[in-house]
């Protein structure tokens, strides 16, 4: 948010330096981003690492001028001339200011024109450079068309205020000739990042009442005093609040007789420098009190409201949107509205999106003259909603999500009311239209000295809490050696209980000052140190699979039955699943938690297959089942997922391998990260899930316990992703048996120091025989002698027969103590063989 400095003192009184003042607001809280400087001298050196940017005027050289009288060019139809007074002598200005226009060949002014005058051998900003970086230009005596040229009146770019250069600045009226622009009007502008934690700070009384707070002073508050001239607004107008919950209070005022004109160059001036663009006293006014107080503003045109009515008194209904409902806003784009968007209506229809942009049909205009206002409280949630279905982020909105108390929507409507009537000259109706059906509850926290003492390590009394505290506007009153302590109505962030302990804690240590809380060293026991397992071999896994080349992804936990439909083929059947439902979804596509990490991870294939020629990923998140129990309703149960699909490296100078991922590559993977994790006697057995692959589908199973399925995913499947013709292998593990089932001890073998025999064995088997079955066979038989065994060819021919296959393996045996002999080691390959024949039925091929 951007804070004029001239506009914050009108609230409190500012005596520090100003880069003093922003290192005071960030150490509070409000970090001061930057500060620009508009006129006012900058300082020579920095006190903080903040921003310092803005141009600087020379009290000497620019000053207030008077237009006396505008007077024409005698060879130029697009330049005038101007008689002038700095307040030491008249001067002849040449300009083409198109604004002094309107005034040419009307003589001597009455009144006569203020503007900022740059005397001759000023430094000003050059508006003609098109560079992003500032260039300045310094004022020199010259001729152009005839007339000798020294000096200039300025537009608002020439001086650093803003970017417009069309006309010149026309100052108020109360601008003394000859005084110095800086003193007249010089600024500096603290642009602070508002946190969603600080959004009561989103206004310039809210900054100043944390100024006031951290330099001890006092806030000095708008008047809502409002000068109501005109026939009582009751009868003229009416509120229906159809749902408090969603609109607590809602308020009405009236001005008539408006005039739209422009602003006074002050109003301007600041708005601009606040970052808001001046459209005329009307929006100016609105525009103006929010940024003052905090308030978003709404002007309907009256006498649209009315005819609409069919000359009735309108009736104002704030409401849910219905079925198919739509809007056209004030940028002119006809939205759809969801059946949660919380409406501005009358008996007509819809006028407004509520506490984010207002409708085109009753927006004022040129020809509004009368002008019914509205100042009201939304639900934050119901606006934060309505922002991200409409993608509508707005000033209004910025506020209303972060909250608004409803006691300043009157504050809102009686302070706007009487600037419109100064600047427009409007008759205001006497009293205000509110409905308040739904006051919140005040806010109140006990809090004691020892909470000081054991949380921020400070030895306050009681009574210094409670100044520290009502430097803030906290109501505190003292009951023994407690606190009880009152937030004010704007405090919408202060909790209850321990949430609301930690709030004024966090209030006293800002106004206290950080930097003053004392380093002290920790004064209980330090607690015993507890691994924690399940974390801790997560975390092994993780390594792991990014050890081997693959990314880990964090998706969502929420989304929608259809989207995890598009893991089942249409052709079949998807079970009837019961969801764990949101109460409160932030849009159409996020309103149930998952019970499938595998359809988030495959949208996470879909989104990113199109840019990267490989894709390994893997995530571990959790699904969600509702289990019908009040006190515990969710059963969370976690899950490894993992998917590849591409190319098997990337494409390089060196010797890429290019061939498409399988489901082979995703076995290889599974069996190395289980190995990494010492967990033995795994099985993969065939399964016949309906996201996979016919026959490319297998259970992973340790002593009849499931860790899980894995499989090329099914290309009907695929389909429902768009995805690309490369196989995709997919896993799904079940996190907790995973985890129970490896050991944290485990033996660890010394390297041998024996020579290895190597030999390969090719068997002969039945089809239907898994090569899992002969390996384990192998395995047994072999003994502690065979150390490694790996199937490195399957075949299948003519020669073999019908229903037969060839399985060749590459075996290794490894003594520990000593050199096998080729006895030896034939005596153990028989033992094989003979088992082989005997319980599988193969038959020796070749060895």
């Not at 005698?74 to 030491?88: I, N, Q």
């Not at 010492?678 to 899930?689: E, G, M, Q, V």
Request: net charge negative; proline share 6%.
């Amino acid at each position: 948010m951007k804070v004029p400095i001239s506009w914050l003192k009108e609230y409190v009184e500012i005596s520090l330096p100003i880069e003093e003042l922003a290192y005071k607001l960030t150490l509070a809280g409000l970090e001061v981003e930057e500060i620009r400087y508009v006129g006012l001298p900058q300082p020579d050196e920095k006190q903080q690492e903040t921003k310092i940017s803005g141009f600087s005027w020379n009290p000497d050289e620019i000053v207030v001028g008077e237009v006396k009288e505008v007077m024409p060019h005698p060879d130029a139809d697009r330049l005038v001339l101007c008689r002038l007074d700095d307040g030491e002598k008249e001067h002849v200005v040449l300009t083409g200011a198109s604004n002094l226009f309107p005034y040419l060949g009307k003589g001597t002014l009455d009144p006569s024109l203020k503007v900022a005058y740059a005397r001759e051998g000023a430094t000003i900003i050059d508006a003609y450079n098109e560079s992003k970086e500032m260039a300045v230009t310094t004022l020199k005596r010259k001729k152009i068309r005839g007339v000798e040229s020294y000096s200039m009146a300025c537009s608002e770019r020439e001086l650093g205020i803003s970017d417009e250069h069309e006309g010149i600045i026309l100052l108020d009226q109360d601008a003394p000739a000859g005084q110095s622009l800086a003193e007249y009007m010089g600024d500096a502008v603290l642009d602070i990042a508002i946190t969603p934690n600080i959004a009561r700070a989103a206004s310039i009384l809210g900054v100043a009442r944390e100024v006031a707070a951290i330099t001890d002073k006092k806030i000095i508050p708008p008047s809502l005093d409002t000068v109501m001239e005109g026939d009582p607004i009751e009868g003229r107008v009416s509120i229906e609040i159809k749902e408090p919950e969603l609109n607590p209070r809602f308020v009405l005022g009236l001005i008539k007789n408006v005039e739209k004109k422009p602003s006074p160059y002050w109003v301007q001036r600041r708005l601009k420098l606040a970052g808001v663009r001046p459209i005329d006293c009307v929006v100016d006014a609105t525009n103006y009190t929010m940024l003052e107080i905090g308030e978003p503003l709404h002007a309907f045109d009256y006498d649209v409201l009315l005819e609409r009515a069919g000359g009735k008194p309108p009736k104002i209904i704030t409401r849910r949107a219905k079925s198919g409902e739509t809007l056209v806003t004030l940028d002119e784009i006809e939205r759809k509205l969801e059946d949660y968007t919380v409406l501005v209506t009358d008996q007509s229809g819809p006028l407004s999106l509520a506490g984010v942009m207002g409708g085109a049909d009753s927006e004022v205009s040129e020809k509004t003259q009368n002008v019914l206002l509205e100042g009201a409280s939304w639900n934050y949630v119901n606006i934060r909603r309505t922002v991200s279905a409409q993608g509508l982020p707005s000033e209004a909105a910025y506020r209303f999500e972060r909250g608004v108390h409803p006691a300043v929507a009157p504050q809102g409507v009686l302070r706007c009311l009487e600037w419109m009537r100064k600047w427009t000259g409007g008759i205001v109706a006497q009293g205000l239209v509110d409905e308040y059906p739904l006051p919140p509850k005040d806010t109140q926290v006990t809090l004691s000295p020892s909470d000081i003492l054991r949380w921020l390590g400070l030895a306050l009394s009681a009574k210094e809490i409670e100044e520290l505290l009502k430097k803030l506007d906290f109501e505190v009153s003292l009951k023994k050696d407690q606190l009880v302590v009152v937030a004010p109505p704007y405090r919408l962030d202060i909790g209850e209980g321990m949430v609301g302990k930690a709030d004024l804690m966090e209030e006293i240590a800002r106004i206290y000052g950080y930097d003053r809380i004392p380093e002290t060293n920790l004064a209980d026991e330090l607690p015993l140190q507890v691994g924690n397992r399940s974390l801790e071999l997560e975390d092994k896994i993780r390594d792991k699979l990014a050890g081997i080349g693959l990314q880990e992804v964090v998706t969502y936990r929420i989304t929608s039955p259809e989207a995890e439909l598009r893991t089942f083929p249409p052709d079949k059947k998807a079970p009837d699943q019961d969801y764990l439902e949101l109460a409160n979804p932030i849009s159409s596509d996020k309103t149930v938690m998952r019970r499938s990490v595998l359809a988030s991870l495959l949208e996470v294939v879909e989104k990113n297959h199109r840019s990267r020629d490989r894709i390994a990923l893997f995530e571990i998140g959790s699904e969600f089942y509702p289990k019908g129990d009040d006190k515990n309703p969710v059963d969370e149960k976690p899950k490894l997922a993992i998917a590849l699909t591409g190319v098997r490296s990337h494409f390089s100078w060196q010797n890429a391998d290019q061939e498409l991922m399988d489901f082979y590559d995703l076995k290889g993977l599974m069996e190395e990260l289980l190995a990494d994790l010492h967990i033995k006697n795994i099985s993969y057995l065939p399964d016949t899930a309906p996201s996979y692959h016919p026959g490319k589908c297998t259970r992973i199973e340790k002593d009849g316990k499931i860790l899980g399925t894995m499989g090329e995913i099914h290309p009907i499947v695929k389909g429902n992703y768009k995805l690309a013709d490369a196989p995709l292998a997919a896993a799904v593990l079940d996190l907790d048996i995973l985890l129970e089932e490896i050991d944290d001890l485990y033996d660890v073998q010394p390297i041998p120091d024996q020579p290895p025999v190597l030999e390969d064995l090719a068997l002969v088997v039945d089809d239907h025989v898994p090569a899992e079955a002969v390996q384990s066979l192998i395995i047994e038989a072999g003994g502690e002698t065979l150390t490694d065994i790996k199937l490195f060819d399957v075949y299948r021919g003519e020669q073999l027969g019908d229903g037969k296959k060839s399985l060749a393996y590459s075996l290794v045996y490894q003594h520990p103590a000593k050199t096998l002999t080729d006895k030896e080691v034939a005596a153990i390959r028989g033992s094989i063989v003979k088992r082989l024949e005997k319980e599988l039925g193969a038959q020796l091929r070749s060895w």
